[in-house]
């Protein structure tokens, strides 16, 4: 794989780094940015994804050596100074590697559920963070989508991915088109819908979780703050909360999600 050497933030090869902040334009150019030498190893390894250009530092391009060999020819290998990256790109990059991928075609509900037990369906999780760490805890409990509210965050922006440690390039997903009105269609596929909120009534997570239910669930999580919205919870068929100790009254969005799924994949206490 030939490597085409960068020296200056205006050299015309690298002119569409110089747009990754723009979310919007990387999406209407079919693209999203992965970020980081882990990142970047897995979309190279999944060979799902169609990567245009990988543009890393010196020390990034020796250690993804073996990775960029198994580029597609059409690839562009580009390798500039590490300090070169914040005038290229607008951001400190610490680890010298960025890939510019071609994004996926959009997936619907029907493809993503069809053989789903478990799902979580995310209402306006507006911050990229947070939707990583579900897709992170999707990915370590089992869950085997997540579903997206029309607001709720890109999964493939960079700083989502990269919270994932890349779950959002594994984890299927769709996005949901008529909100809130297509959860009609999980439960007409026998899908049980919970609400995760802290507000009365709502049922213990570990009660709900032991008692006989649906074979098939979906895990129902709204943004930090102002949580679940009132036409998310209208649909729900249980409200679930998780206990916690007099005085405290929320949990950050991710570690919420993580523990609920962590007792309705069964896997609670297990090592």
């Not at 200056?8 to 999203?32: C, Q």
């Not at 020796?62 to 990775?67: N, Q």
């Not at 799902?119 to 911050?127: E, F, N, R, S």
């Not at 969005?253 to 090592?271: D, F, H, K, N």
Request: glycine share 6%.
């Amino acid at each position: 794989m030939p490597i085409e050497r960068i020296e200056s933030p205006g050299d015309p090869r690298v002119s569409a780094y110089l747009h990754m902040a723009d979310r919007e334009l990387l999406v209407t150019r079919g693209l999203f940015v992965a970020e980081g030498r882990l990142v970047v190893q897995r979309v190279i390894e999944s060979g799902r994804f169609s990567v245009q250009s990988v543009l890393l530092s010196d020390a990034a391009s020796e250690a993804l050596s073996a990775d960029l060999a198994r580029l597609s020819p059409d690839a562009h290998v580009y390798v500039c100074p590490a300090d070169l990256f914040q005038d290229l790109t607008g951001y400190h990059i610490h680890r010298g590697c960025l890939a510019l991928v071609a994004r996926p075609a959009a997936a619907s509900m029907i493809e993503v559920i069809k053989d789903a037990r478990l799902v979580v369906v995310l209402d306006a999780v507006t911050d990229p963070d947070n939707v990583g760490g579900v897709f992170r805890n999707a990915a370590a409990f089992g869950a085997d989508a997540v579903l997206l509210s029309p607001t709720t965050c890109d999964p493939l922006y960079r700083k989502a991915i990269r919270t994932s440690m890349a779950a959002t390039l594994a984890v299927p997903f769709a996005r949901l088109a008529d909100w809130p009105a297509d959860l009609n269609g999980l439960k007409d596929r026998g899908f049980t819908i919970a609400a995760l909120t802290p507000h009365e009534p709502a049922e213990a997570l570990d009660v709900f979780a032991a008692r006989p239910r649906q074979d098939r669930l979906a895990l129902l999580v709204g943004t930090e703050g102002s949580g679940l919205s009132a036409q998310a919870v209208a649909h729900a068929d249980v409200r679930v909360r998780i206990p916690m100790r007099p005085g405290v009254d929320s949990l950050n969005l991710a570690v919420a999600a993580g523990i609920a799924l962590s007792w309705l994949s069964g896997r609670e206490g297990r090592p």
